[in-house]
């Protein structure tokens, strides 16, 4: 037999697509081609393969070998197609009778001494084989935990060529993923530990029970920091649906936990101000990947010091926050990741970072009006909360504050006001208020009373306010209502959502 196929799996973006890896020996001058538009990884995998197949006790055929990938205009990356070749390659040369693997996936990379390597974006790959109606996987061993995440799926795994080859030739049976232990108990910063701050304390709450973003002003150690810290505290554990996509990602990125569970607390992401473009959206030559915006999916993306983040930076989040998803356009194709965060900004009032008003402050107006004007309009206009924070007094940091609602208390709150949310969007398929769109608020049943919208109309007329920041007011209202238990927001709700957004203690 000079043909073998065996199956594998390719990712573009966190798109799995199932890749049938062929092999063909034919007589002619020895030689390795690798077909299917395969990148600089996959091409070297020749070297690789050979070096495994001859090391783990494997003749090589002395043949002119063709690797095709199929579909051949799918783009290729990486080098978890390693063991499907060898396999393909040993099947093609007679040397393994493929049928134990018909219908089976094959993933992994191989060392030059027949090692088994662990790859990335083992559990996208595995949901892809899942979706296709292909429920048996053979994995790395290292990543096995990870596969087993997916149900319905019997995975296998192996740590070398030769345990593959003793599976396929005499049956020797293949690893068994490990058995879970209970999950590690989490202990993460807690509201309790911050002193006074009422009005970031709701400002927090409102942003958490409603999905929307959050700036934090105010100067250097009045606590901005610590609330934004403190966010995914209160925060719902993910579902099943959210858990899988927000672990996906993470696997790709090579950042999972080695147990490889799913990941049920929503991402914190805290990049430098130092950050480039392409590390905050996603980028890099030939396989683009995922940023810290996508990286923080279903959780919070933080940009501590924003004022000092490049302004290029962070006008590339502007149509993330918009659309929800990042597009990074290649020359050989284009690759999506989902980018749904609660972006949250902190900045001090100027570069001195004095209160404003202090006598020692060494800015003149011209330079704070220019700080603060790195965060440009059509940004800030895109964040819902807007608030200062003022600096703590010596008797809100010195007292011992008994009663002081720890994140326990205020994320059973903002669950509470997230279902019914739920219950109210579910005929229009959405959960959060910050996702629902503007139109729809404006259209009966959901439309408020003139009488409770009258200064915010107001403000919309007198060009105070953009028509952007009008909806978004709305949804903040609708917010504050679900967190105070009432079915409908009045004029105090819309005149708190308001001084949420502007600032004004209206």
């Known amino acids: 037999m000079s043909y073998a196929k065996v199956l594998c799996v390719g990712l573009v973006g966190v798109t799995g697509h199932v890749v049938e890896v062929e092999a063909d020996l034919a007589a002619g001058l020895p030689a390795v081609v690798i077909s299917g538009l395969p990148d600089t990884a996959l091409h070297e995998a020749r070297d690789r393969v050979r070096a495994a197949v001859v090391n783990s006790g494997q003749k090589w055929p002395n043949r002119r070998i063709t690797i095709n990938l199929l579909p051949a205009t799918l783009p290729k990356h990486g080098s978890a197609f390693d063991l499907a070749i060898a396999a393909a390659l040993l099947g093609g040369a007679g040397e393994l009778p493929l049928l134990p693997l018909e219908r089976v996936v094959v993933l992994g990379e191989l060392g030059l001494d027949g090692t088994v390597r662990p790859v990335r974006g083992i559990l996208p790959m595995v949901a892809a084989a899942a979706r296709a109606g292909l429920d048996r996987v053979v994995v790395p061993v290292d990543n096995a935990a990870e596969a087993a995440v997916i149900p319905g799926v019997r995975v296998r795994a192996v740590d070398t060529l030769h345990r593959l080859v003793s599976f396929v030739r005499e049956g020797t049976p293949l690893l068994e993923p490990p058995v879970p232990g209970p999950p590690a108990v989490a202990a993460g910063p807690d509201l309790a530990d911050v002193a006074g701050q009422g009005l970031g304390r709701r400002a927090l709450e409102v942003t958490a029970a409603g999905g929307h973003h959050l700036a934090l002003l105010g100067p250097p150690g009045a606590g901005k920091t610590m609330l934004a810290e403190r966010l995914p505290s209160v925060l719902p554990e993910l579902d099943d649906d959210a858990a899988l996509e927000v672990t996906a990602l ?32 996603g980028g890099g030559s030939g396989l683009a990947r995922p940023g810290a915006v996508s990286l923080a999916h279903r959780g919070v993306l933080f940009l501590d010091e924003a004022a000092e983040f490049a302004k290029g930076a962070l006008e590339a989040l502007r149509q993330p926050l918009e659309s929800g998803r990042v597009h990074l356009a290649r020359s050989r194709g284009g690759t999506e990741y989902p980018a749904r965060v609660q972006l949250v900004l902190a900045a001090n009032p100027c570069p001195c970072a004095k209160p404003a008003g202090d006598a020692f402050c060494e800015c003149t107006p011209l330079a704070r009006r220019r700080y603060l004007g790195r965060l440009s309009g059509p940004l800030l206009d895109r964040i819902d909360v807007q608030i200062t924070v003022n600096p703590v007094r010596a008797a809100e940091l010195m007292e011992v504050d008994a009663a002081a609602e720890s994140s326990a208390v205020v994320a059973a709150r903002v669950a509470a006001a997230r279902a019914a949310a739920a219950e109210r969007w579910a005929t229009v398929g959405r959960r959060l208020n910050a996702d629902i769109p503007g139109p729809l608020l404006r259209q009966l049943p959901w439309r408020l009373p003139a009488r409770d919208t009258a200064e915010l109309r107001g403000r919309l007329d007198s060009g105070s ?8 007011i709305i949804r903040l209202a609708w917010t504050v209502a679900d967190l105070d238990g009432r079915s409908r927001p009045g004029r105090e709700d819309v005149r708190e959502a308001i001084g949420l957004r502007t600032g004004d203690r209206v």
């Open 465 to 472: 306010l953009s028509a952007r920041g009008f909806d978004r």
């Open 250 to 281: 993470h696997s790709i990125a090579g950042l999972l936990p080695p147990d490889g569970r799913l990941l049920r607390r929503p991402p914190f992401q805290a990049p430098h101000h130092t950050a480039t473009v392409a590390s905050l959206v």
